[in-house]
């Protein structure tokens, strides 16, 4: 059975930082792009940033480019998301996702991961 656990979320004053994990068991993802989205309360689950299979490839949503960072750890088949100078606006639920399909390009659509995490929440006060 594949699962994605994330982990990390808290409460963090504005213009701190948060290191998110996302472990993945069940089967490995080293040939899989994995990515990480969120949700706002009342808003739709938005993508935040993803890595591709060789982790020479990444992407992020504009409003969080240059301030948070992904990358992966192979022999712990798990990603990661350093969020830095957080905003109240980071604030909501963080999903980690995985595409099932092999050497795959790069993709910033939820409908192409396959796998996701239970989410982790991420609180940012003013």
């Known amino acids: 059975q594949v699962q994605l656990v994330e982990s990390g979320g808290g409460l963090v004053q504005a213009g701190g930082s948060l290191r998110l994990s996302c472990a993945a068991s069940?089967?490995?993802?080293?040939?899989?792009?994995m990515g990480w989205f969120r949700q706002a309360p009342g808003k739709e689950r938005e993508f935040v940033a993803a890595?591709?299979?060789?982790?020479?490839?990444?992407h992020y949503a504009d409003s969080v480019k240059g301030r948070f960072t992904i990358s992966r750890d192979y022999a712990k088949n798990t990603v990661y998301l350093q969020m830095n100078s957080l905003k109240p606006e980071d604030t909501s639920v963080y999903y980690c996702?995985?595409?099932?399909?092999?050497?795959?390009?790069?993709?910033?659509?939820?409908?192409?991961?396959?796998?996701w995490g239970q989410g982790t929440q991420v609180t940012v006060s003013s």
């Open positions: 069940g089967r490995t993802f080293s040939r899989n792009s």
């Open positions: 996702a995985a595409d099932a399909t092999a050497l795959a390009l790069l993709t910033t659509q939820e409908m192409d991961y396959d796998y």
């Open positions: 890595i591709n299979w060789s982790g020479l490839n990444t």
